[in-house]
């Protein structure tokens, strides 16, 4: 009951006060073990460190290169931050792909459909980052020059294998983040296995298991049973598998096989692959197929091919269609050019949406820092008990033989 009112809701005071004690606790561990290792650390400053502030200080024909490398370096913790992010917490992550890849996705195939032409990059990191939006996204079609891909009858549609590798590297990016969040409840789960001792996810597995007592039980614990069953099947395939598909249960299989020993690079590999290259290709390819018009058109077909045989709607069929291809078109058109006078209702009506989506992302990104600060708090708390607990078991019981 302690740790359960332990929230920034019902205790803010204490929650916060045991977050600060486990943050301090995991500096001084941290300081300890650079003591411990205080030569490679010299060694590690003197042969990277150093020679990296000298070339980005210094003046040269070099620097162009030190700000590409930098370009690229920031581009590529970027995405794989947002990754991890959203894998890391026990389901409690950060929706990243929501929030940051899927928009990204969107607008950048939206954006070659309304210009006819998939160049719009100036560099592969010209992507959506912090606090820095990408170029493209403001640019007017006619800089990027003539479109390359004629407009169809009703609007332009780009082959998906030529989009693809325009917002590729960054989802493969965000796909390996994936991954590694992923391998925080696995070391847990093996440190806690090489200890003698489950885990704590298994061992409300367990418990939920042996207290069943004919009760109608939800369908992720069923879930969550039947994996938990099946632990004797965890071999590359079968994490393959369940990488590869959106599965909010993948923590579990992580911190399955680490308790049943699962090697460390069959369940890396097989979450890398499942990741980074098929689950985030499926993800990426149903955005591209359904802002690139190709999807809506195979919806469209079949649409008119069942409504064509209901009486009474046939007749009505090619002014809704129509209707629909006007407003499709309007949507996907670029934006025509704003006069000076009417730029600041514009503005206005655009500030409006731009509030909204921004409150929902600070919203998502409080939720997830209030989690964060909340478990850590009650880790620290459990420990403490975990202490007292041993202190107690281990205290010699009163001799009540003595007092009769």
């Given at each position: ?7 920034l ?19 001084k ?26 070339l ?26 947002l ?37 719009l ?12 939006g ?7 079609c ?10 169809s ?11 693809l ?17 992923e ?29 069943e ?5 939800s369908?992720?614990n ?5 994996l ?27 911190i399955?096989?680490?308790?049943f ?39 469209e077909?079949?649409?008119i ?11 009505t ?6 209707k ?12 025509a050019?704003?006069?000076?006078s009417s ?18 992302v ?13 478990s850590?708090?009650q880790?620290?708390l ?7 607990m041993?202190?107690v078991?281990?205290?010699p ?8």
């Open positions: 009951m302690e740790l359960e009112n332990l929230t809701t019902k205790q803010p005071l204490r929650t916060l006060h045991f977050f600060l004690l486990a943050m301090l606790q995991y500096l561990r941290l300081a300890t073990y650079i003591r411990s290792k205080g030569g490679l650390f010299v060694l590690l400053i003197v042969l990277v460190v150093a020679p990296g502030i000298l980005v200080v210094t003046d040269g024909l070099h620097k162009k290169h030190v700000q590409e490398f930098i370009n690229y370096a920031k581009f590529v913790l970027w995405w794989v931050s990754g991890v992010a959203s894998s890391v917490g026990l389901g409690s992550g950060l929706h990243t792909f929501v929030l940051y890849l899927g928009p990204h996705i969107a607008l950048f195939t939206i954006k070659a459909v309304q210009c006819g032409r998939v160049d990059k100036m560099a592969p990191y010209d992507t959506i980052q912090l606090k820095v990408p170029s493209w996204l403001d640019k007017k006619s800089e990027f020059g003539p479109p390359v891909y004629p407009a009858a009703h609007s332009v549609r780009i082959p998906v294998f030529d989009l590798p325009q917002i590729q590297l960054e989802a493969v990016l965000w796909g390996i983040g994936t991954a590694l969040g391998l925080p409840p696995y070391f847990i789960s093996r440190a806690a296995r090489l200890s003698g001792s489950k885990s704590k996810a298994v061992k409300e597995l367990d418990v939920s298991t042996s207290n007592d004919g009760r109608v039980t369908t992720l069923q879930t969550k049973r039947w938990l069953s099946h632990s004797q099947h965890l071999n590359f395939f079968f994490i393959l598998i369940l990488a590869s598909v959106p599965n909010p249960l993948f923590d579990l299989a992580g399955m096989c680490g308790q020993g699962v090697p460390f690079w069959e369940f890396f590999f097989a979450t890398l692959i499942g990741k980074a290259i098929i689950k985030t290709h499926i993800q990426t390819l149903f955005i591209v197929s359904l802002c690139n018009n190709q999807l809506l058109y195979l919806m077909k079949e649409l091919w069942i409504f064509g045989h209901i009486p009474g709607f046939s007749a069929l090619p002014s809704v269609i129509a629909l291809h006007a407003a499709k078109d309007k949507y996907l058109s670029p934006p050019a704003v006069s000076s730029q600041m209702e514009g503005k206005q009506w655009n500030f409006s949406f731009t509030f909204v989506w921004n409150s929902i600070w919203l998502v990104l409080l939720n997830f820092f209030i989690k964060i600060i909340t850590t708090a880790d620290y459990k420990k403490q008990q975990d202490m007292e041993e202190l078991s281990d205290s019981a009163p001799d009540h033989s003595k007092t009769n």
